[in-house]
């Protein structure tokens, strides 16, 4: 595990967020004063388009940074895969189009963040992911790691990093996510372990109460000298 032979430490903390939208200005810069790392999941073909989402009953802004921004925006966090436009990979009966959708969304990325892109994570709810879908990107594609949706409540490291389980889904579970926060402080280990926040940061404008309550939590995990902070990349690989 790359962070532990780096560092020497046996705890991280990394997070993860979908789509490239415009609320990841803010959230960038909450983590950048705590000092936090992140990944962002991108899907390059949606770039720069603009929408508008509805949950719980309220409108809120689905607007992608443009192309000309997304560097700046995530200097010094990671941007992975997300596929070029967010359909379910499950339901594709293509395995072409399968590795299209995520090695080109790659190589579209690589290009204009000018480093290699190797991670991804899949998007859509539900059964977002499978066997044949994970190996056809293990064995077709540049990626490294793959970030499913499914939570799981071990912080142990995982042996399949192309079927990754994350922790939390932070805004949809803040009650969960405050208290595996401080499970994972709390926790005193000879074995390195990881504890992966993963959403999206325009679902924290549903709450009027969230931004607040997240910065809570970053204030509450930062500055822990046993803990690595870094991206997907630096903890998983």
């Given at each position: 595990?790359?962070?532990?032979?780096?560092?020497?430490?046996?705890?991280?903390?990394?997070?993860?967020?979908?789509?490239?939208?415009?609320?990841?200005?803010?959230?960038?810069e909450l983590m950048n004063k705590?000092?936090?790392?992140?990944?962002?999941?991108?899907n390059s073909e949606r770039i720069g388009t603009r929408g508008i989402i509805t949950r719980v009953n309220k409108l809120v802004s689905y607007y992608k940074l443009f192309p000309e921004d997304v560097k700046r925006v995530y200097e010094g966090h990671e941007v992975a895969a997300h596929t070029l436009n967010h359909p379910l990979l499950p339901g594709i009966e293509d395995d072409g189009e399968i590795i299209r959708q995520v090695e080109q969304d790659r190589l579209n990325?690589?290009?204009?963040?000018?480093?290699?892109?190797?991670?991804?994570?899949?998007?859509?709810?539900?059964?977002?992911?499978?066997?044949?879908?994970?190996?056809?990107?293990?064995n077709n594609t540049g990626i490294k790691y793959a970030r499913t949706t499914v939570d799981t409540d071990s912080f142990d490291l995982q042996s399949d990093l192309?079927?990754?389980?994350?922790?939390?889904?932070?805004?949809?579970?803040?009650?969960?996510?405050?208290?595996?926060?401080?499970?994972?402080?709390?926790?005193?280990?000879?074995?390195?372990?990881?504890?992966?926040?993963?959403?999206?940061?325009?679902?924290?404008?549903y709450y009027s109460e969230r931004w607040e309550k997240l910065e809570e939590f970053f204030n509450l995990i930062s500055n822990r000298d046993?803990?690595?902070?870094?991206t997907n990349k630096d903890v998983l690989l």
């Open positions: 595990m790359g962070f532990f032979e780096k560092t020497g430490k046996l705890k991280a903390i990394t997070f993860s967020y979908d789509d490239g939208v415009t609320q990841d200005v803010q959230l960038v705590y000092g936090l790392k992140g990944t962002f999941n991108l990325l690589s290009e204009l963040m000018g480093y290699e892109v190797v991670g991804f994570a899949y998007p859509g709810g539900g059964k977002n992911y499978d066997e044949r879908v994970a190996d056809l990107i293990k192309f079927m990754f389980k994350p922790n939390v889904y932070h805004v949809m579970n803040y009650d969960r996510l405050m208290e595996m926060g401080k499970n994972f402080l709390e926790l005193e280990t000879d074995k390195p372990q990881i504890f992966y926040v993963w959403g999206h940061s325009y679902e924290i404008d046993d803990i690595f902070y870094g």
